[in-house]
């Protein structure tokens, strides 16, 4: 059976999922628009079995029911303070890193499908971050897939996945993986946009 470990970073994700709003629906929806943690999460395991998830993010608290939701998945959340950029980036990467490494380790003699959802990817070129411990992985025998969005996923990076596995473009599934709330008073007319069943088949 396959065992897939995923590897979140949700705060990347959603920055970008902004860019991708806005281009998509317009500038009001880049303040509305919001990330379902479940349809991204369908599309990250596709059906197979998950032996750990770990997903990073930021607070703020109002959103903590929307993270227990995702525990009740079965993936362990990593809440991190706002801080700095730099502060914020090295905080996430060192997350992802040590649960990578610890996979890597406890499962050296089988290893399984590593699944990173990631925004940017940057700090690929320089072989930093958690991206040099993807390409660890691989060596070591795990099957690589990435989940980011086209435009703004490092293209070493997302030219290495393809090379070595999966590269999967969230622009695939936008209507899937996201929905607009309701615009709040003052905001420009326009209604809610709830999300359609992630559709597999589209999936590389």
Same mark, same amino acid.
């Given at each position: 059976?396959?065992?897939v ?7 990347n994700i ?5 860019d991708?709003a806005?281009?998509?629906e317009? %500038?009001a $929806?880049?303040?509305?628009?919001r990330?379902?943690f479940?349809?991204l999460?369908?599309?990250a ?5 998950i ?6 993010g930021?607070?703020p ?6 993270w227990?939701?995702?525990e ?7 809440l991190l #303070?706002?801080g700095?950029m730099l502060?914020?980036?090295q905080?996430v ?5 040590? $649960?990578?490494l610890?996979d ?6 089988? %290893?399984?499908?590593?699944?990173l959802?990631?925004?940017?990817g ?6 930093a ?13 795990w099957r690589?897939e990435?989940?980011?969005?086209r435009?703004s996923?490092n293209t070493?990076?997302?030219e290495?996945a393809e090379?070595n596995g999966?590269?999967i473009a969230?622009d695939d599934?936008? #209507? ?22 992630v559709d597999l088949?589209?999936? $590389?």
């Open positions: 059976m396959d065992r470990f995923v590897y979140w970073d949700n705060s959603f920055v970008s999922t902004r991708v806005e281009e998509r317009g %500038p $929806a880049r303040y509305r628009v990330i379902h479940r349809n999460l369908a599309l395991h596709a059906g197979r079995h032996r750990h998830a770990v997903a990073v930021f607070i608290p109002e959103l903590r029911h929307v227990n939701r995702l009740n998945e079965g993936v362990t959340v990593r #303070e706002r700095t502060g914020r980036e905080g990467d060192q997350t992802l890193s040590n $649960a990578m610890r890597g380790y406890d499962y050296n003699g089988d %290893p399984g499908i590593a699944v959802l990631t925004g940017d940057a700090g690929f070129h320089d072989g971050g958690f991206h040099a411990d993807l390409e660890r992985m691989h060596s070591r025998g690589i990435v989940i980011s969005w435009h996923c070493r990076m997302r290495w090379r999966r590269f969230l599934f936008y #209507e899937s993986v996201t929905f607009l709330e309701p615009p709040a008073p003052g905001q420009p007319i326009g209604g809610p946009r709830y999300p359609v069943p088949t589209k999936r $590389a």
